[in-house]
């Protein structure tokens, strides 16, 4: 079992940052890819970012490619999402993810329903 612990959330101007942190606990990130989703009301939930524990390949959803940025720290159990150039259209709960990693195409990371693990949420909110 792995449970995941966002936070980092809360209310930001248009332009603004955020940082969020997912810390894991249980087990460690050793295998496992990374993801962070986000859902807007109303909205299906999104992935934002996935980072992958084989070679570290990252992906990023068109929306945020250039602004946000994904990191992880295998030795802390520690994911990371610097949220740069905030628009209101990034306004949702964050949540982090966790899918034991393989050799998978890159649609996969993408898919929700892969996840087996996710945070709680934290909710952001981008104030124009």
């Known amino acids: 079992q792995v449970q995941l612990v966002e936070s980092g959330g809360g209310l930001a101007q248009a332009g603004g940052s955020l940082r969020l942190s997912c810390a894991a606990s249980?087990?460690?990130?050793?295998?496992?890819?990374m993801g962070w989703f986000r859902q807007a009301p109303g909205k299906e939930r999104e992935l934002v970012v996935a980072i992958r524990w084989i070679g570290g390949s990252t992906y990023y959803a068109d929306s945020v490619d250039g602004r946000f940025t994904i990191d992880r720290d295998n030795a802390k159990n520690t994911l990371y999402l610097q949220m740069n150039s905030l628009k209101p259209e990034d306004t949702a709960v964050y949540y982090c993810?966790?899918?034991?990693?393989?050799?998978?195409?890159?649609?996969?990371?993408?898919?929700?329903?892969?996840?087996?693990?996710w945070g709680q949420g934290t909710q952001v909110t981008v104030s124009s």
């Open positions: 993810a966790a899918v034991r990693d393989g050799y998978y195409r890159s649609s996969y990371y993408f898919t929700a329903q892969k996840y087996d693990y």
């Open positions: 249980g087990r460690t990130f050793s295998g496992y890819a």
